[in-house]
């Protein structure tokens, strides 16, 4: 049966933020929960004892808890950090670098994160035989490139596919919030708290173009999968995943459960996400077309 994932929050939320936010999360329709700082070392508003013990009482309610790992390492004291997750000895750990999948390889199981870039079959089944259990899609990957992978999956290993949320496009070594304020990365003031949901930029046209958010360049538009339920079950897709917003990400899981349980249509479904948000949507990847168009369903 597909499961229902929700991803990392990649913003820098509030401490008291977060800890709402996965109070509500407890009692939400979703099966798996990722938990961790995978943008930037420098946001910590929650250690990493404060998120096993948000796992704990996801646990608690039912639902699998993974932790995530920091996808650019790139300091001593990230590299600890790393460690320290990867022997937590409570939850599996999604591998965002090789060398996380260093760390874990014939060691523990794990879920191969999408910025390892798999695109074929031979790096599936590499991963595999290091011990991942789960692999997530690359978000440039194309329904035409899963399917034959599909057609050839390793034994016990899961496809996780993500279908809502902001494209996470790229990272650097460099902070693009801190530069937009002439502010150094060192002293960046933490000035992401300032946009929960990053911080949009637009043409000279005044159109929505990419979304800031620290040293992560996201896509303006918001990827939806939604109206791609019945390809992405005939695919044989095991995990469907959502990347949390600072608003109506409740509901947003609510109507993905609902079009997989099959009580909501598709249809229906998008129509009223349209009225949450003014970014617009976009499935051009999975459709093997330019990523910020919308096909019609």
Request: net charge negative; proline share 3%; with cysteine.
């Amino acid at each position: 049966m597909m499961k229902l994932a929700l991803g990392p929050v990649l913003y820098y939320w509030s401490r008291d933020t977060l800890l709402s936010f996965y109070d509500d999360i407890a009692a939400s329709p979703v099966d798996i929960v990722y938990l961790g700082e995978t943008v930037c070392s420098r946001r910590h508003n929650l250690r990493l004892q404060d998120w096993l013990n948000v796992g704990d009482k996801l646990i608690d309610a039912g639902k699998q808890v993974v932790l995530s790992t920091q996808v650019l390492i790139e300091s001593e004291s990230e590299l600890k950090t790393l460690r320290n997750i990867v022997e937590n000895g409570r939850f599996m750990v999604e591998a965002n670098d090789m060398g996380a999948v260093r760390l874990l390889a014939g060691k523990l199981p794990f879920v191969a994160g999408a910025h390892l870039n798999i695109f074929n079959m031979r790096t599936v089944q590499f991963f595999a035989s290091m011990g991942a259990q789960r692999w997530v899609m690359a978000q440039e990957m194309s329904r035409e490139m899963l399917e034959p992978i599909q057609q050839q999956m390793p034994a016990g290993m899961e496809t996780e596919v993500f279908v809502y949320g902001r494209l996470p496009l790229a990272f650097s070594a460099r902070c693009f919030t801190a530069r937009a304020h002439n502010l150094p990365k060192d002293d960046c003031r933490f000035r992401c708290e300032d946009y929960p949901d990053g911080l949009a930029m637009h043409t000279r046209d005044d159109d929505a173009f990419l979304v800031l958010n620290g040293i992560q360049t996201q896509s303006a538009r918001i990827y939806n999968l939604i109206g791609e339920m019945d390809s992405l079950r005939s695919l044989g897709v095991n995990v469907l995943r959502i990347s949390p917003q600072i608003e109506h990400s409740e509901e947003v899981i609510q109507l993905f459960r609902d079009c997989m349980d099959q009580t909501g249509s598709p249809h229906t479904a998008l129509q009223h996400m349209e009225k949450l948000t003014s970014d617009g949507y976009c499935d051009g990847y999975w459709q093997g077309r330019a990523g910020l168009e919308q096909s019609s369903i």
